[in-house]
């Protein structure tokens, strides 16, 4: 293994240490009395989603778990997947360990390089160290998108942040019936669809199950850690449909009831104080009553496939449960669930059912929704559930996800722990952060946080131990300042005492108004005492700045798509053509070619024999969106799906047997004045070429204006839910040599567009 440089801004990201022998000590014994650790960590659930914390989704092994230990009215977050991913698994803040935003990017500033930090240990790597084996089950997104490919690197894989095993995924969001797998550090085919029953969901718990079996089985005197994350409940909202059809008649009354039943639940439980006040709506989103009966029906049955998808989780995370039971570990065994940001604004106002297509430019009317309702949280649907119902599932807080008012930073999280927490059931109010779990269990351990791994010195723990609280109620909250940005977005927790602005995109920072709100009186940050309380509030600004400046917040950056379109611009760079040859592996979408807003040319080179071939030349996207080029019924067809509507050109004759190149070239048309803004912009062709010559076209304004899809690329078959109309993989059954992808330049990308779809993806 050769060093690699330390970056250009500091720090050593990516940094690998030379040495043929594990860093750690390899006959060393755990702590005494160190228990095992089961972290579950739902995705884009709110604060009032589980059960146990005021809704009628059902939720029973949450429910059991707290009312066997503990529920946290005051756990924080910082309002996304990735940061708050960062800040879980190091014991540091997300800035501090270049993780500012998301993994998607890298905008070069030490806080913002979208990868953890080897100066920031992961706990997997603390506890290696005290003999503790650590396995990681689904979603990552830690480490950048254009490293997750064949080659990596696999230093910010889990395997290369401490653990032993990885099943999962590393974008952000995947399809739960076609996921985008890896086991350890290998791409690898989802072992069912939707068709055989196949659930994600399911398929984690099953991995988590043999994990812990197999380390029993194995090494039964060592503690583990295992670390289930699941894609429940980030969109696509996808479940059974007899689970969705139950939740119809729960949420019939609309967003504004729900949400008064919901303060109601939480004041009777205890959860929230008795003054806690309903805040208004969010901006933008109507009375419930506002809507149109077919608007209503159809925002109920996504606020039911979000129900349904939580509700199929909570009944596998049971099998888990109960495996612990029946394997003899559970009452040493701590277990945490919670969530990692607030409910998602993804869907929009109105919600998608499939959201590849306004992405793309094609208008979802509510018509079309609603002769698609019976497809939502199926295989061939992106869900998304509209503002309203993600303002539901923050109740009783302000704004969403991405925010730092509390409705994006404040999260259900629950500990049960049987042989500690003897008297469960108890609410604990302190106020808790992401970046102190590490402290917290690694006092729980008994371990010290290591000042070097691998030879690389570590940076200091930022977060502080609640451990305290686990037996004392009363226990303090933590003693230093907890600064919160995303977007722009800001905010300072400090002695009960909250300072948060909301800041619009594209304007300049010093015209944000900062609110000023006590939590500790203000549960729902309804009561503004910034007028009161003017001196007060500065000085919390002004730490807010020396907060930033310390944990490599600055320079504060709000452009969206922009951040987005460099990225991608930087990573692929002047390289316009790929070549895959035959025997390659899936390719993730962010290593596949960029065929964005431009004109291509896509070649297959194959031999067909006498009796003739079909199947899939080369395929990128699933049902929801992509594209393919494939031969049927002896025909060259080239399907452009955009959001579930087909483009299909066929050629105009069969191919022919014999050494064939078969492909499609595709060419933007000159358009003499720009689109108006949030227009399709422009005309493109698709013409079949066999052996060069032309075979048919097609001229369509539909086209990938800002993605292709969050499934990967592969040749020579379709190996997920299809992207056209044959039943996958619909391998070739000719001899296929190679597939090349020249891109040529002229790509145009909306940068603002294509944030906004790529957000919706976090």
Known sequence: MGAASDTPFGGTIGKTVASSKPWWPTAIKPPAGAPNILVVLFDDVGFSDF?????????????????EGLRYSGFHTTAMCSTTRAALLTGRNHHSVGVGCLANFDSGYPGYRGKIAREAGTLAEMLRAHAYR?????????????????????????????????????????????????????????????????????????QAIRFIGDHIADRPDLPWLTWVAFGACHAPHQAPADIIAGYDEVFADGWDIERDRRLARQKAMGLVPQTTRLPPRNDGVKAWDEHSDDEQRVFTRLQAAFAGMLDHADRHLARLIAFLEKSGVRDDTLVIVMSDNGASQEGGPLGFINAMGPYNFKPEPVSEKLARIDDIGGPDTHSNFPHGWAMASNTPLRRYKQNTHGGGIRDPFVLSWPKRIEAGGEMRHQFVHACDLVPTLLELVGI??????????????????????????????????????????RGLWRGGWK????????????????????LDQDFSETSDLAAREPERLAEMVALWWSEAEKHKVLPLDDRFGPRFAENAARFQGARNRFTFHAGMGHVPTDVAPDVRSRSYTVEAHVEIDAGGAEGVLIAHGDATSGYSLYIKDGFLVHDLNIGGSHQVVRSERKVGSGARCLGVRVERLVRKEPPAKGARTGVSEYTLLIDGEPAGSLQTQLGFHNLISWSGLDIGRDRGSPVSHYEAPFEFTGALAKVTVVMHEDQKLDGEAVGNAQMARQ
């Open 134 to 206: 650590n396995y990681m089950v689904g979603k990552w997104h830690v480490t950048p998108l254009t490293e997750s490919g064949a080659t990596g690197p696999f230093d910010g894989w889990p395997l290369g942040r401490g653990f032993d095993r990885f099943y999962g995924f590393l974008d952000a969001e995947t399809d739960q019936y076609a996921p985008e797998l890896v086991s350890d550090n290998t791409h690898i085919d989802p072992p069912g669809n939707h068709a055989s029953g196949y659930h994600l969901t399911a398929d984690l718990v099953d």
């Open 499 to 518: 300072a948060v602005t909301y800041h619009p995109p594209g304007t300049p920072f010093e015209n944000d108004q900062w609110e000023l709100f006590h």
């Open 448 to 489: 010290d946080a290591p000042k070097e791994i691998a030879g690389c010195p570590q940076m200091p723990l930022e977060g502080e131990s609640f451990a305290r609280s686990i037996k004392d109620a009363g226990a303090p909250s933590k003693a230093s300042p907890q600064y919160f940005e995303m977007f722009g977005h």
């Open 51 to 67: 059960g146990c914390y005021g809704s009628p989704i059902r939720t029973p092994t949450i429910d059991r778990l707290a009312a």
